[in-house]
Protein backbone atom coordinates (compact mmCIF):
# COMPACT_ATOMS: atom_id res chain seq x y z
CA UNK A 1 0.00 0.00 0.00
CA UNK A 2 1.30 3.52 -0.63
CA UNK A 3 1.62 5.94 1.75
CA UNK A 4 1.39 9.61 2.08
CA UNK A 5 4.12 10.98 3.83
CA UNK A 6 4.30 15.26 4.35
CA UNK A 7 5.10 16.33 0.92
CA UNK A 8 4.77 12.99 -0.61
CA UNK A 9 4.74 9.21 -1.62
CA UNK A 10 6.06 6.57 0.58
CA UNK A 11 6.17 3.01 -1.25
CA UNK A 12 7.25 -0.09 0.24
CA UNK A 13 9.09 -2.46 -1.81
CA UNK A 14 11.40 -5.68 -0.59
CA UNK A 15 14.78 -6.89 -1.71
CA UNK A 16 15.09 -10.36 -3.02
CA UNK A 17 18.45 -10.76 -1.18
CA UNK A 18 16.29 -12.60 1.11
CA UNK A 19 15.78 -15.46 -0.78
CA UNK A 20 18.63 -15.49 -2.94
CA UNK A 21 21.83 -13.99 -2.02
CA UNK A 22 23.71 -13.22 -5.62
CA UNK A 23 27.24 -13.03 -3.49
CA UNK A 24 27.02 -16.73 -1.92
CA UNK A 25 25.09 -18.78 -4.35
CA UNK A 26 24.13 -21.47 -1.55
CA UNK A 27 22.57 -18.85 -0.04
CA UNK A 28 19.13 -19.61 -1.96
CA UNK A 29 20.52 -19.98 -5.12
CA UNK A 30 18.01 -23.59 -4.95
CA UNK A 31 14.73 -21.07 -4.92
CA UNK A 32 12.91 -19.86 -8.11
CA UNK A 33 12.67 -16.28 -9.39
CA UNK A 34 8.64 -17.40 -9.45
CA UNK A 35 8.72 -18.61 -5.70
CA UNK A 36 10.38 -15.07 -4.84
CA UNK A 37 8.46 -12.78 -6.61
CA UNK A 38 4.85 -14.91 -5.53
CA UNK A 39 6.00 -14.49 -2.04
CA UNK A 40 6.77 -10.72 -1.99
CA UNK A 41 3.45 -10.16 -3.32
CA UNK A 42 2.03 -12.68 -0.71
CA UNK A 43 3.50 -10.48 2.12
CA UNK A 44 1.99 -7.14 0.86
CA UNK A 45 5.14 -5.47 -0.91
CA UNK A 46 4.44 -3.48 -4.01
CA UNK A 47 7.53 -3.20 -5.73
CA UNK A 48 11.41 -5.21 -5.37
CA UNK A 49 14.43 -4.54 -6.14
CA UNK A 50 16.21 -6.66 -9.25
CA UNK A 51 18.82 -9.73 -8.35
CA UNK A 52 20.99 -11.78 -10.36
CA UNK A 53 18.12 -14.17 -11.33
CA UNK A 54 16.14 -11.43 -12.76
CA UNK A 55 16.17 -11.19 -16.68
CA UNK A 56 17.80 -7.80 -18.12
CA UNK A 57 15.28 -8.21 -20.85
CA UNK A 58 12.48 -5.01 -20.04
CA UNK A 59 9.69 -7.19 -21.83
CA UNK A 60 10.55 -10.24 -19.95
CA UNK A 61 10.58 -9.22 -16.90
CA UNK A 62 7.55 -7.02 -16.97
CA UNK A 63 5.72 -10.16 -18.05
CA UNK A 64 7.19 -11.67 -15.09
CA UNK A 65 6.03 -9.58 -12.69
CA UNK A 66 2.65 -8.25 -14.13
CA UNK A 67 0.89 -11.31 -12.17
CA UNK A 68 1.93 -10.07 -8.79
CA UNK A 69 1.61 -6.52 -9.25
CA UNK A 70 4.97 -6.24 -8.51
CA UNK A 71 6.89 -2.82 -9.59
CA UNK A 72 10.90 -2.39 -10.32
CA UNK A 73 11.89 -0.07 -7.04
CA UNK A 74 15.93 -0.21 -8.43
CA UNK A 75 18.54 -2.14 -8.50
CA UNK A 76 22.56 -2.45 -7.80
CA UNK A 77 25.51 -1.39 -9.16
CA UNK A 78 29.05 -1.84 -8.66
CA UNK A 79 31.62 1.23 -9.67
CA UNK A 80 35.38 0.52 -9.73
CA UNK A 81 36.45 3.88 -10.39
CA UNK A 82 38.96 3.80 -7.81
CA UNK A 83 40.35 1.51 -9.45
CA UNK A 84 42.90 2.14 -12.19
CA UNK A 85 42.46 1.64 -15.61
CA UNK A 86 38.52 0.54 -14.95
CA UNK A 87 36.67 3.86 -15.08
CA UNK A 88 35.54 3.71 -18.88
CA UNK A 89 33.94 -0.30 -18.89
CA UNK A 90 32.63 1.20 -15.26
CA UNK A 91 30.65 3.78 -16.98
CA UNK A 92 29.55 1.50 -20.37
CA UNK A 93 28.00 -0.95 -18.27
CA UNK A 94 26.52 1.53 -15.90
CA UNK A 95 24.55 2.97 -18.76
CA UNK A 96 23.03 -0.15 -19.77
CA UNK A 97 22.10 -0.63 -16.14
CA UNK A 98 20.80 2.85 -16.08
CA UNK A 99 18.56 2.67 -19.42
CA UNK A 100 17.42 -0.81 -18.56
CA UNK A 101 16.32 0.38 -14.65
CA UNK A 102 14.74 3.05 -16.47
CA UNK A 103 12.70 1.07 -19.00
CA UNK A 104 11.30 -1.24 -15.80
CA UNK A 105 10.14 2.52 -14.58
CA UNK A 106 13.00 2.79 -11.51
CA UNK A 107 13.78 6.02 -11.13
CA UNK A 108 17.38 5.26 -9.01
CA UNK A 109 19.91 3.50 -9.47
CA UNK A 110 21.95 2.18 -6.28
CA UNK A 111 25.89 2.50 -6.89
CA UNK A 112 28.37 1.65 -4.77
CA UNK A 113 32.37 1.91 -5.17
CA UNK A 114 33.88 -2.08 -4.60
CA UNK A 115 37.60 -0.86 -5.23
CA UNK A 116 39.57 -3.07 -2.68
CA UNK A 117 36.23 -4.00 -1.27
CA UNK A 118 36.87 -6.81 1.62
CA UNK A 119 32.76 -7.46 1.58
CA UNK A 120 33.05 -10.86 -0.65
CA UNK A 121 36.50 -11.61 1.06
CA UNK A 122 37.64 -13.23 4.60
CA UNK A 123 39.06 -10.65 5.83
CA UNK A 124 37.53 -8.60 8.87
CA UNK A 125 34.76 -6.60 7.72
CA UNK A 126 35.78 -3.26 9.79
CA UNK A 127 39.55 -3.55 10.39
CA UNK A 128 40.46 -4.35 7.10
CA UNK A 129 38.27 -2.26 4.81
CA UNK A 130 39.56 0.34 2.79
CA UNK A 131 40.71 3.66 3.59
CA UNK A 132 40.52 5.64 0.30
CA UNK A 133 43.50 8.32 0.38
CA UNK A 134 42.74 12.03 -1.68
CA UNK A 135 43.51 10.16 -5.42
CA UNK A 136 41.40 7.61 -4.79
CA UNK A 137 38.41 9.93 -3.44
CA UNK A 138 38.94 12.45 -6.40
CA UNK A 139 38.46 9.32 -9.06
CA UNK A 140 35.25 8.48 -7.21
CA UNK A 141 34.41 11.75 -7.07
CA UNK A 142 35.20 12.36 -10.60
CA UNK A 143 32.93 8.99 -12.10
CA UNK A 144 30.08 9.92 -9.60
CA UNK A 145 29.40 13.14 -11.06
CA UNK A 146 29.83 11.52 -14.64
CA UNK A 147 27.31 8.86 -14.46
CA UNK A 148 25.45 11.66 -12.60
CA UNK A 149 25.08 13.65 -15.84
CA UNK A 150 24.34 10.45 -17.38
CA UNK A 151 21.64 9.45 -15.28
CA UNK A 152 20.18 13.18 -15.38
CA UNK A 153 20.24 12.66 -19.44
CA UNK A 154 17.80 9.08 -18.61
CA UNK A 155 15.34 11.38 -16.30
CA UNK A 156 17.40 9.21 -13.14
CA UNK A 157 19.37 9.88 -10.41
CA UNK A 158 21.70 7.85 -8.46
CA UNK A 159 21.59 6.94 -4.68
CA UNK A 160 24.96 6.16 -3.24
CA UNK A 161 25.17 3.40 -0.73
CA UNK A 162 27.37 3.42 2.20
CA UNK A 163 28.52 -0.06 2.76
CA UNK A 164 30.12 -2.56 5.53
CA UNK A 165 33.92 -3.85 3.90
CA UNK A 166 33.97 -0.63 1.35
CA UNK A 167 36.00 2.50 1.14
CA UNK A 168 32.41 4.31 2.32
CA UNK A 169 31.33 2.78 5.52
CA UNK A 170 31.37 5.46 8.54
CA UNK A 171 29.67 8.49 9.03
CA UNK A 172 32.57 10.51 8.27
CA UNK A 173 32.76 8.92 5.07
CA UNK A 174 29.17 9.65 4.18
CA UNK A 175 29.59 13.28 5.51
CA UNK A 176 32.89 13.58 3.38
CA UNK A 177 31.58 12.31 0.23
CA UNK A 178 28.38 14.14 0.66
CA UNK A 179 30.70 16.94 0.98
CA UNK A 180 33.22 16.70 -1.40
CA UNK A 181 30.32 15.98 -4.41
CA UNK A 182 27.41 17.96 -6.68
CA UNK A 183 23.88 17.27 -4.86
CA UNK A 184 22.65 17.76 -8.01
CA UNK A 185 23.96 14.90 -9.50
CA UNK A 186 24.73 12.58 -6.31
CA UNK A 187 22.17 11.48 -3.77
CA UNK A 188 22.44 9.35 -0.92
CA UNK A 189 20.97 5.84 0.10
CA UNK A 190 20.12 5.25 3.66
CA UNK A 191 20.47 2.05 4.37
CA UNK A 192 19.79 1.41 8.58
CA UNK A 193 21.82 -1.91 9.08
CA UNK A 194 25.04 -1.09 7.56
CA UNK A 195 24.90 2.36 9.36
CA UNK A 196 24.21 0.58 12.39
CA UNK A 197 26.72 -2.68 11.75
CA UNK A 198 29.25 0.35 11.36
CA UNK A 199 28.27 1.75 15.03
CA UNK A 200 26.57 5.11 14.07
CA UNK A 201 23.02 5.80 14.42
CA UNK A 202 21.24 5.93 10.97
CA UNK A 203 19.19 9.15 12.65
CA UNK A 204 22.61 10.77 12.72
CA UNK A 205 22.61 10.26 8.48
CA UNK A 206 19.08 11.84 8.35
CA UNK A 207 20.04 14.54 10.27
CA UNK A 208 22.92 15.64 8.39
CA UNK A 209 22.01 14.69 4.96
CA UNK A 210 18.19 14.57 4.85
CA UNK A 211 18.01 16.75 1.96
CA UNK A 212 20.21 14.10 -0.18
CA UNK A 213 18.13 11.04 0.80
CA UNK A 214 16.26 9.34 -2.24
CA UNK A 215 16.15 6.14 -1.20
CA UNK A 216 16.00 3.80 1.92
CA UNK A 217 16.40 0.11 3.01
CA UNK A 218 15.48 -1.16 5.69
CA UNK A 219 17.44 -3.31 7.60
CA UNK A 220 17.40 -4.32 11.07
CA UNK A 221 20.39 -5.56 13.00
CA UNK A 222 20.90 -8.52 15.71
CA UNK A 223 23.53 -6.09 17.77
CA UNK A 224 25.07 -8.99 19.74
CA UNK A 225 26.04 -10.76 16.48
CA UNK A 226 27.02 -7.11 15.22
CA UNK A 227 29.35 -6.59 18.17
CA UNK A 228 30.80 -10.07 18.14
CA UNK A 229 31.70 -9.42 14.55
CA UNK A 230 33.67 -6.35 15.06
CA UNK A 231 35.36 -7.80 18.39
CA UNK A 232 36.32 -11.02 16.53
CA UNK A 233 36.90 -9.53 13.16
CA UNK A 234 34.83 -11.77 11.49
CA UNK A 235 34.59 -11.38 7.83
CA UNK A 236 31.29 -9.88 6.16
CA UNK A 237 30.41 -13.16 4.94
CA UNK A 238 30.85 -14.81 8.58
CA UNK A 239 28.77 -11.86 10.18
CA UNK A 240 25.91 -12.33 7.47
CA UNK A 241 25.54 -16.07 8.20
CA UNK A 242 25.35 -15.75 11.85
CA UNK A 243 22.51 -13.40 11.40
CA UNK A 244 23.98 -9.87 11.91
CA UNK A 245 20.96 -8.85 9.48
CA UNK A 246 17.21 -9.12 9.94
CA UNK A 247 14.08 -7.11 9.14
CA UNK A 248 12.38 -4.52 10.61
CA UNK A 249 11.44 -5.17 13.93
CA UNK A 250 13.60 -8.04 14.67
CA UNK A 251 16.86 -6.39 15.86
CA UNK A 252 17.89 -3.28 17.72
CA UNK A 253 17.55 -0.52 15.08
CA UNK A 254 15.21 2.03 16.59
CA UNK A 255 13.05 1.61 13.01
CA UNK A 256 10.21 3.85 14.74
CA UNK A 257 12.64 7.04 15.01
CA UNK A 258 14.04 6.61 11.66
CA UNK A 259 10.98 6.41 9.68
CA UNK A 260 9.39 9.06 11.95
CA UNK A 261 12.58 11.03 11.12
CA UNK A 262 12.35 10.41 7.43
CA UNK A 263 8.36 11.36 7.68
CA UNK A 264 9.09 14.85 9.21
CA UNK A 265 12.09 15.21 6.61
CA UNK A 266 9.38 14.71 3.75
CA UNK A 267 10.76 11.90 2.47
CA UNK A 268 9.15 10.24 -0.76
CA UNK A 269 10.13 7.26 -2.63
CA UNK A 270 11.14 3.71 -1.60
CA UNK A 271 11.52 1.92 1.66
CA UNK A 272 12.89 -1.51 0.80
CA UNK A 273 12.86 -4.16 3.32
CA UNK A 274 16.04 -5.51 3.15
CA UNK A 275 17.97 -8.22 5.18
CA UNK A 276 20.36 -11.14 4.21
CA UNK A 277 20.00 -13.86 5.77
CA UNK A 278 20.08 -18.35 4.64
CA UNK A 279 16.69 -18.72 3.80
CA UNK A 280 17.06 -22.42 4.77
CA UNK A 281 17.02 -21.18 8.50
CA UNK A 282 15.33 -17.60 7.78
CA UNK A 283 12.26 -18.60 5.63
CA UNK A 284 12.03 -15.89 3.47
CA UNK A 285 8.37 -15.87 3.31
CA UNK A 286 7.65 -15.70 7.15
CA UNK A 287 10.25 -12.83 7.55
CA UNK A 288 9.07 -11.01 4.60
CA UNK A 289 5.41 -11.16 6.08
CA UNK A 290 7.15 -10.21 9.83
CA UNK A 291 9.01 -7.04 8.70
CA UNK A 292 5.54 -5.93 6.43
CA UNK A 293 3.73 -6.65 9.24
CA UNK A 294 5.73 -4.59 11.48
CA UNK A 295 5.79 -1.65 9.42
CA UNK A 296 2.23 -1.49 8.92
CA UNK A 297 1.63 -1.96 13.01
CA UNK A 298 4.09 0.27 14.25
CA UNK A 299 5.03 2.75 12.07
CA UNK A 300 1.94 3.19 9.80
CA UNK A 301 3.68 2.21 6.47
Partial sequence: MTTSSQNGLVKVGIAPI?????????LGGDIPLEQCLSEMAEAGYEGCEVGGKFPRDPERLRHLLHPHALQVASGWFSLWFTEAGKRDETIAAYREHCRFLRAMGASVVVVCECGRSVQQGPLPVSAARPRFDGSECKRLVDGLHRIGKIAADEGMTNVYHSHMGTGIQSLEDIDRLMAETEPALVSLLLDTGHSTFDGHDPREVIRAHAARIRHVHLKDVRGGVARQAIEQKWSFEQAVRAG??????????????VVEDLKEAGYSGWMVVEAEQDPHIANPLQYAKMGRDFLRRAVGL
Fill in 244 to 257: VFTVPGDGDVDMQG
Fill in 18 to 26: GWTNDDWPD
